[in-house]
């Protein structure tokens, strides 16, 4: 199945129907996200394009200019807004720029709007060895879900199941034009060593290594939705009578884990 028959069988298969609503699409200018706005201009959904200018590095204003240009060009309403993506206390550049990003897009989303962002395979795979090196347990190793709520609308990453190979054949067979971010490059950032050190030393051994990663983090999704149904039903068990509380006998008759 090529790229746009994978795009239109996995918005079939959604708990939602696109047809209805607007779709915002996160661009940045680079080759992920033109591909998936592409992809829903071909696929004839209602689209607009935000473009988050976190004014970090020295070419933000021409990759807002780039951004307008195309978005002309394919007669989709582009917006740049500008964030400021100072690191507070504690706070590293990366999660910095992505938490004033994420703020600046559930603000912009309108009500029953879904925000799509091009979050591919070996992103998928890189947030999983991310938050495997933090200790994470199932909720964290579940990495990216494919949709979830997002201000007043819904979070959508369809393109999670493609590899980065597959975006770039694309581009390349309907010749877009994209930019590409200097930054990606500096591996003092924890994802761009992982992008550049790790997973290239993966796949050496296991050339699958993005595709393996990433299932491994949909069978984390999985059993994550299994335990929160089941505390959910233990929560309902030991709840006592008055709201908000719980009987500690039946709590403590719950083995550990399930506590």
């Avoid at 201009?41 to 988050?52: E, G, I, P």
């Amino acid at each position: 199945m090529d790229l746009g028959g994978h795009f239109q069988h996995l918005l079939g298969s959604l708990p939602l129907d696109l047809s209805a609503r607007h779709c915002v699409v996160a661009y940045s200018g680079g080759l992920d996200s033109h591909v998936l706005m592409h992809l829903c201009q071909t696929s004839a959904m209602f689209v607009r394009a935000v473009h988050v200018h976190h004014g970090l590095q020295p070419e933000a204003d021409s990759w807002d200019d780039h951004c307008k240009r195309v978005c002309a060009q394919m007669d989709i309403a582009y917006q740049c807004i500008r964030v400021d993506a100072d690191p507070g206390r504690g706070e590293s550049p990366e999660d910095a720029a992505r938490n004033a990003r994420y703020r600046a897009l559930e603000r912009e989303l309108r009500s029953e709007e879904v925000l799509l962002t091009a979050h591919h395979q070996q992103d998928q795979a890189e947030t999983f060895l991310l938050q495997l090196m933090r200790g994470a347990g199932a909720a964290g190793l579940a990495a990216m879900p494919t949709i979830k709520r997002f201000g007043p609308g819904y979070h959508l990453r369809p393109l999670l199941g493609v590899s980065q190979e597959q975006l770039r054949h694309y581009a390349t067979a309907h010749q877009l034009v994209w930019v590409d971010d200097p930054s990606n490059a500096d591996t003092s950032f924890d994802r761009n060593y992982i992008r550049k050190e790790v997973m290239p030393k993966l796949k050496h051994n296991w050339p699958n290594a993005d595709h393996a990663v990433s299932q491994a983090a949909a069978l984390q999704q999985e059993s994550l939705q299994i335990i929160e149904a089941m505390a959910a039903i233990d929560l309902s068990a030991v709840a006592g009578l008055q709201p908000n509380s719980l009987l500690v006998s039946r709590l403590m008759q719950l083995p550990s884990a399930r506590q």
